[in-house]
């Protein structure tokens, strides 16, 4: 059950907020400034790229790594392409994870690494097994670990992951805002620098404005009624979130979303890009879980008895390509399944601007449901 007062009481949120996920999301544009920062004093303007690689591949732990690939390599296009290397191994522990290039790897293509943490043996062993390939090596990670030891004996490029004081205080959950920007944000502006996307420095500074601005709009001071990550966070709340997306920015949104739904508030939530969404989804919304299944049956014991879980369709939107929009399709299907829909669209801007919003209000809304449930 959600607790809806604790929405619109920001010292309960503060206590609630144990891991820091509310500071991390209010203060992303400053992780962005922060990391930018970072990467200057790295070298990065020095850097006289060779050409462009043939591929990106980008190596670490958890959903952080797994986003910034995804966010990358929507922004990047298919003019070279990004892959994720997922670990194997037990557990999720940093001694217990193994990651390998692929066979093919070599001196034309890159090797990214992002990790909160800095520890795990096989991220340095990975460093080391692309030096001897040929491979270009760059990574993200705190100061002063075995990691940053490991990229700086492979001549690779090491960026300081910007941190916060109260990192340290509880682990970092790898969907947590703070991570995502703080890993993210030296990656623009490296592979801005060899040519694979545009994050010019500029870029950079208007995404960290854009950020502040959705801290602004989403914080805990701001009341529901105004506040539209509370806003969303509130009809989340005995809900099955099936998340469609429209446009390049929203479908990486989208999957963010999703996982930390399921990191941070532990919430299930299906995501889908339209227009294959209308059929992925169609059966669903038909079938028990629509509103339309199960009406409120009057003499239910309302205290006793948890609400039936009902879909509800979280429409994020971008530019369509083309003008096209299957969007009004999108409704007619929700609502002619009494199923319903929260649209969320930014403001106008470049692609890594809306990028940055879609993914901030839903990083609040995430963040506003963990510690309202948990209450």
């Given amino acids: 059950m959600l607790d809806e007062s604790l929405l619109d009481t920001p010292e309960g949120l503060a206590e609630a907020d144990q891991r820091g996920l509310l500071r991390g999301a209010a203060e992303a544009g400053a992780r962005v400034r922060t990391a930018a920062r970072h990467a200057v004093e790295a070298g990065i303007n020095d850097l006289k790229p060779d050409g462009r690689p ?44 193994r990651w390998e290039l692929p066979g093919w790897a070599g001196s034309v293509d890159l090797l990214l690494i992002a990790t909160p943490d800095g520890t795990e043996p096989s991220l340095s062993l990975l460093a080391e097994q692309a030096y001897r390939r040929g491979c270009s090596v760059a990574a993200v990670a705190p100061g002063h670990t075995p990691l940053h030891e490991a990229v700086t004996g492979a001549h690779g490029m090491f960026f300081p992951m910007a941190t916060a004081p109260y990192d340290h205080d509880e682990p970092l959950a ?18 801005d620098r060899i040519g694979l996307l545009s994050a010019p420095p500029e870029a950079l500074e208007h995404v960290a404005d854009r950020l502040d601005q959705i ?55 299906l995501v889908e890009e339209l227009p294959e969404a209308l059929a992925a989804h169609s059966a669903l919304l038909a079938g028990p879980l629509a509103a339309s299944a199960d009406p409120d049956d009057f003499f239910r014991d309302r205290v006793e008895e948890t609400p039936a879980l009902h879909a509800r369709v979280v429409l994020l939107r971008d530019r369509p390509i083309g003008g096209l929009t299957a969007a009004p399709a999108a409704r007619d299907l929700a609502l002619s399944h009494d199923t319903p829909i929260s649209e969320l669209e930014p403001e106008p801007g470049d692609e890594i601007e809306a990028l940055a919003e879609l993914i901030a209000v839903t990083d609040f809304a995430a963040v506003y449901l963990a510690l309202a449930s948990r209450a």
Avoid at 217 to 243: F, H
Avoid at 256 to 265: G, T, Y
């Fill in 54 to 97: 043939r591929a990106v591949l980008i190596a670490g732990p958890g959903a952080a790594a797994t986003h910034a690939a995804d966010l990358l390599g929507t922004l990047a296009g298919a003019g070279s392409p990004v892959t994720r290397l997922a670990p194997t191994g037990v557990a999720p522990a940093a001694g217990a994870l």
């Fill in 174 to 191: 790898a969907s947590s805002p703070g991570v995502l920007w703080a890993l993210l944000t030296p990656l623009l502006a490296l592979l």
């Fill in 215 to 269: 801290a602004e709009r989403c914080g805990p001071a701001i009341a529901t009624y105004s506040n539209p990550a509370k806003t969303l966070a509130a009809e989340l709340a005995d809900a099955l979130p099936v998340i469609w997306t429209e446009g390049n920015s929203a479908g990486p949104a989208g999957r963010r979303f999703s996982a930390a739904l399921a990191e941070l508030a532990g919430r299930p939530a």
